[in-house]
């Protein structure tokens, strides 16, 4: 039996399940080979007319391989504008493009929409996905000093270094002071 907790609404105002497992497909398929109608399919699975068509294409073109869920592939330039040029210019359905190419409905949906927006660059543009790489160049090295600025430089440490020696110096002395008195 169907789960209704993970019926999702698709885009024709049925519910849909995102995932089928293979055996509520294969009743699917048995019941359509026995005379079941679309109708009847799509009330009892709740699912879309367009998803039996996929269904059932996926099917007659691969048997019973075809129903597992798709493999991820990557689809080259010229086979996404030879997909979307059957569908605008040849007018054929979209699931009889998912069939064909083993494309999702939804790949070809984003291919088409992109096209139509940007035309071939930004079909061709790639987006680069997860967090932009950080720049951790190295720190640019500094120009050779000059023999007054290397002095400089090595006073201003040794004066730095003075004042932690006078203040380490003021602390232990002060830390003795206690301890002498707390010892009397």
């Known amino acids: 039996e169907v789960n209704p907790e993970s019926w999702t609404k698709n885009f024709r105002g049925l519910f849909m399940s995102r995932h089928h497992t293979l055996a509520e497909k294969q009743e ?3 019941l359509h080979e026995e005379g079941a109608s679309m109708v009847e399919l799509m009330t009892r699975f709740h699912v879309s007319d367009y998803y039996l068509y996929i269904l059932f294409g996926r099917y007659k073109k691969y048997g019973i391989d075809g129903l597992e869920n798709y493999k991820k592939t990557v689809i080259s330039l010229a086979l996404k504008l030879q997909i979307i040029k059957e569908y605008e210019e ?17 790949s070809i949906c984003r291919w088409i929409q992109q096209y139509k927006s940007g035309g ?3 079909l061709y543009r790639h987006k680069q996905r997860g ?9 640019k ?13 090595e006073n201003l440490r040794l004066r730095a270094e003075n004042a ?11 830390k003795r002071a206690k301890t002498k008195d707390s010892g009397l």
Do not use: F
């Not at 040849?90 to 939804?106: A, E, G, I, R, T």
């Not at 932690?164 to 002060?174: I, P, T, Y």
């Open 28 to 30: 699917i398929l048995r």
């Open 90 to 106: 040849d007018c054929l359905p979209l699931w009889q493009l998912c069939v064909k190419y083993d494309v999702s409905h939804s």
């Open 120 to 122: 071939y660059e930004e």
């Open 131 to 139: 967090r932009p790489i950080k720049n951790m160049g190295r720190p």
């Open 141 to 153: 090295k500094k120009e050779p000093q000059t023999e007054l600025e290397k002095l400089q430089a």
């Open 164 to 174: 932690l020696l006078k203040k380490a110096k003021a602390l232990m002395e002060e």
